[in-house]
């Protein structure tokens, strides 16, 4: 983990969050508003604008939190020993805030009622695979990536892996409990109900436990160091290195 105190990294947990719900939430809205009638449409503008919302979020706050945004990131990275076991309940608590933030914003942004929660039901069971999968391949992404020190890769990696998820699974990947909840504050294109969020959990947090499985047969020798830098770009964090 960066050296940062730990209410910056949460604030930056808490905006990086917040802007990746706002993003995905908002772009759902103008999609279906400028593609009315076209569902695949609709679907390519929303994953081209939360793919390229990734790249700059993780950009901006990578170097001071690990852009993590993603509570099964963090209990991943924790279990690994990047992130410290005391800043887990934290860490969590700044993304599912951020996420319900973004929503709320995306909702007013577009003139709507500031809170509409959604009733698009989607746990079916090729649903609940397919975050299986989403999560899976999420992890492995980031943390191949740490463990072949090309951790400079990683905004563009997951903001393009997150992009083909949109389409590859039949959940349109939301591989994120923080972003299920964010997303039952908004009745709109990206909604999800909330009696579909717990199942979505679970397979959620299932996919964590598999990746985690792999990751440690795959890359047995991934350091604490290693798993700490799963988002800081490489040279970033050589200059903040330097600067101590």
């Known amino acids: 983990m960066t050296d940062a105190p730990l209410p910056r990294r949460l604030l930056a947990e808490f905006l990086g969050s917040a802007f990746l719900a706002a993003t995905v939430i908002g772009s759902g809205i103008a999609a279906a508003e400028l593609s009315p009638g076209d569902t695949g449409l609709q679907l390519l503008e ?3 604008a939360t793919a390229a919302g990734l790249f ?9 939190s690990g852009a993590h945004f993603n509570p099964v990131v963090s209990l991943v990275d924790s279990a690994f020993g990047g992130l410290r076991r ?9 993304q599912l805030a951020g996420c319900i933030a973004g929503a709320v914003i995306a909702n007013a942004m577009f003139g709507l009622t500031a809170i509409s929660i ?10 609940l695979l397919a975050e299986v999968v989403a999560t899976v391949g999420l992890l492995l992404v980031i943390f191949s990536l740490a463990r072949t020190r090309r951790g400079s890769l990683a905004p563009a990696a997951v903001g393009a892996y997150i992009g083909a998820a949109y389409f590859f699974t039949s959940s349109t990947s939301f591989a994120n409990p923080a972003i299920d909840v964010g997303r039952m504050f908004s009745d709109t294109f990206a909604g999800i109900a909330p009696a579909s969020v717990p199942a979505f959990i679970v397979f959620q947090l299932l996919g964590g436990l598999v990746a985690f499985g792999l990751i440690a047969v795959l890359y047995p020798d ?3 160091e290693e798993a700490s830098e799963i988002m800081v770009p490489q040279e970033q964090n050589d200059v903040g290195a330097a600067a101590h």
């Open 118 to 127: 959604s009733t698009h039901h989607c746990a079916s069971p090729p649903h």
């Open 222 to 224: 991934l350091s604490p």
């Open 86 to 94: 005391r800043d887990l309940v934290p860490y969590i608590g700044a």
């Open 56 to 64: 700059t979020f993780i950009l901006m706050f990578g170097p001071i």
């Open 46 to 48: 929303n994953a081209a």
